[in-house]
């Protein structure tokens, strides 16, 4: 069944005046439960203004939200497997890597550890998330967009909202409805990971480093994760430095320990460091090369990132790769059949009709590069001119070329700080996100778990949806049995 819409959780619009008063409240409540971000315009490091929301939860199916959940696990062993599969990484990152300096040089990075024998023996720590559309087309069943291995955000933020939605749903007379609101349990749940990782370290005197920007917008987020295991683990030290600073800093002792402060760093914990500009000399790459040296246990280490490449993303949808990692059955189908078209820009055959295909109907195609964070992808007419213009340069092979997800409309009201209130009910799109939490090396795997999710809601005509960015809102699934 294909529904182009999927209905609101409380019929929609609300009354004006009751609209007004549910919105003021909703903010309050935000603000209160920091549920906010640093003003990008106005920064100043005393203010935190409300983080854009959605008023009410969105709806989602159940059937797909439950088999989103379920696959978490799956998808964490599938990416950690890519990850310690050394000729694979280099197969799939050859192409891009002569195009690609960011990618290259984090590959530089891996192939020097990997000499000097040190990433495979080592513990990782993955807090990845898998993120989905529904396909309208398809029944509106859940298709990946991407898997993110470094800096996966939100999770704390979007582990407050359903509280606010619960207390907005009753104030407005529908607390019957909260029962179709899951839990969201993603803070403690990626918590819980680094604080496995600093167990599994075993040094008592070690400490936590969160390696940061050197402006952090999203500051209630990181937060969120160091007052969560301050407070559950309190004898745990947590430091915020910059790549610069680490490289100022830290050095790395006889026994191969990144050394801050004189004590041992157990996780090293990247909410930067994922895009070029958070690198904007040596001295960060330096750094970078220092940690992934160390014995600490990086969040991500250098080959769950480049795990987390869209290249091998492209590449894990030809055939027979899943086999390849999975072996067949079911698991692997149902791997299979959350993947949407993706297709290789390489100089080959079906490099050459990818390039033809996208040409002929820009609508059809998404054209990504190796990049994250948000705002790299091009839409539509865009890339119809990309593509004409790299066609018969090897800039192209930076690129994999994937089929649009058209997801169903659902309405509501988005919250936005400094936004006229109340807001007019518009048509959204929601995108879900899966947390996932795995630690192992190579042969061994200790730990791996679905921790929780995110729901980010945009407008249905945006092309992207980055809340930071300022385009998305943040949401709360509310689950539809269709
Ligand atoms: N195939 C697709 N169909 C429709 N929309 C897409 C598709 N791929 C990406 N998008 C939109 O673009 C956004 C960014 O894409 P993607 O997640 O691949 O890039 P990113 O730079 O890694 O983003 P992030 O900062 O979320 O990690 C997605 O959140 C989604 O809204
Ligand atoms: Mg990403």
């Known amino acids: 069944m294909s529904q182009a819409r999927l209905a609101s959780c409380v019929p929609l619009p609300i009354e004006h005046k009751t609209l007004v008063s549910v919105v003021e409240k909703a903010k309050d409540w935000a603000l209160m439960h920091g549920v906010g971000m640093r003003d990008k315009q106005h920064f100043n490091k005393d203010t935190i203004q409300i983080a854009p929301f959605v008023l009410l939860p969105s709806p989602f199916p159940r059937t797909e939200f439950t088999k989103a959940v379920d696959l978490q696990p799956v998808l964490n062993e599938l990416m950690h497997k890519v990850a310690h599969d050394d000729k694979f990484l280099e197969n799939t990152l050859q192409n891009a890597l002569e195009v690609d300096d960011f990618t290259a040089k984090l590959y530089d990075i891996w192939l020097k550890v990997r000499e000097e024998g040190i990433a495979q023996s080592q513990l990782s720590l993955g807090l990845f998330r898998s993120d989905y559309l529904m396909q309208k087309a398809d029944g509106n069943r859940i298709k990946q967009v991407e898997f993110n291995t470094i800096a996966s955000s939100f999770g704390a933020l979007t582990s407050n909202l359903p509280a606010m939605s619960r207390y907005i749903l009753k104030q407005l007379g529908y607390g019957d409805m909260i029962k179709n609101m899951p839990e969201n349990r993603a803070l403690s749940g990626l918590c819980s990971g680094i604080t496995a990782a600093f167990d599994l370290f075993g040094v008592s005197d070690a400490i936590i480093l969160f390696v940061v920007e050197e402006v952090s917008y999203n500051i209630c987020d990181q937060r969120f994760h160091e007052f969560y295991i301050s407070e559950t683990r309190p004898e745990l030290q947590i430091v915020r430095k910059t790549l610069n600073e680490i490289y100022e800093e830290t050095s790395i002792n006889e026994k191969g320990q990144l050394v801050l402060d004189s004590k041992p760093v157990a996780v090293v914990y990247y909410r930067s460091g994922y895009e070029p500009a958070q690198y904007p000399s040596v001295r960060e790459w330096d750094a970078r090369l220092r940690v992934e040296r160390s014995t600490a ?3 991500p280490s250098i080959h769950y990132q480049l795990a987390g490449t869209k290249k091998v993303q492209q590449a894990l949808a030809e055939p027979g790769v899943l086999e390849k990692f999975m072996g067949g059955g079911t698991p692997t189908e149902r791997v299979r059949d959350i993947f949407t078209g993706l297709y290789s820009l390489d100089f080959d055959e079906s490099g050459e009709r990818a390039v033809e295909m996208a040409i002929a109907d820009t609508e059809r195609f998404v054209l990504k590069p190796q990049r994250e964070g948000g705002g790299n992808n091009l839409y539509g007419a865009d890339v119809r001119d990309a593509l004409l ?22 309405s509501g009201y988005v919250v936005r700080p400094g936004a006229e209130v109340p807001p007019p009910v518009t048509d959204l799109v929601s995108e879900l996100g899966i947390f ?5 090396t190579k042969d061994k795997i200790y730990c791996n778990k679905q921790v929780g999710h995110m729901l980010r809601t945009k407008l249905a005509d945006a092309n992207e949806g980055g809340v930071a960015a300022g385009l998305g809102a943040l949401d709360s699934p509310y689950l539809l049995d269709l």
């Open 389 to 410: 213009k790299m066609r018969h340069s090897r800039e192209r092979a930076a690129y994999i070329l994937m089929e649009r997800i058209l997801p169903p409309l659902v």
């Open 297 to 299: 246990i990086k969040c």
């Open 436 to 440: 996932g939490v795995i630690i192992g």
